[in-house]
């Protein structure tokens, strides 16, 4: 079994640096074998700190709103890890050509300022400096996005980076739940949604991955920057347009536009 975990993590990682896609990797593992997915991401990660010097800043939740979910045909979250290469601060642009299938979703950051070690919603809280306004990138090394959860997972969750938003409010000072986002497409709007569809509180989602850090043995640590999850649903990233997302109770917007060559 570690040999088919170790040559799918090769078959990931070349996809990366190849940029070349490849058929999705669930039927070459037992079925719904998400640890096994999970082992698989943490050997592409570890490539790519040796090869290219990255370090890890964070990590993301997937998967957390119900409807997400639903389309996904899971029931759970996953999570992702987040490099130092993959975080940008609004408004960024960047080039189509860095992407197989980008697409991009709204959430809240958290960003802590001590270790958590314990997973009670007390332990958790106190852990966090400020929440912040975040777009995730989406992305997979795949042909499609007809992924099954052990796909996605193995591929870090679709993670391919961040944006944060210039406002940082101290943990504890607004009602996440009542957070309204709407997210444009220029000025048509795509999809909106409150901090409540994110697992009922992005808070949980938050915990979510504490106690799963914890029983990996990677616990979350001071300075990491973490994913909460959609509140709206993930929208394809279109090319020379600017995508905003806009929230409510003083967090501000987030800017991302991708560029890509147009024929003359």
Known sequence: MSDIITEIAGDLYNARTLRTPIEFVRHRLPDNDKDAAYRISELVTQ??????GRYRVGRKVGLTNPIVQQRA????????IILDNMTFESPIERPASAYFHPKIEAEIAFVLK???LDSDLASVEAAIDYVTPAMELVDNRYFSYKMGIVDTIADNAACEG???GPVRIPYGEIDL???EMVLYRGEEELTRGTGGNVMGDPINAIQWLAETSIRIGKPLRAGEILLSGSIGLIVDWDPNVTYTAKYSHGLGSVVALLTEAVDA
Request: avoid cysteine.
């Open 47 to 52: 490539r790519r700190e040796a090869a290219e």
């Open 73 to 80: 045909g899971v029931d759970e979250p996953d999570y992702g």
């Open 114 to 116: 001590s270790d958590i």
């Open 162 to 164: 961040i944006v944060t």
């Open 177 to 179: 739940k009542q957070v």
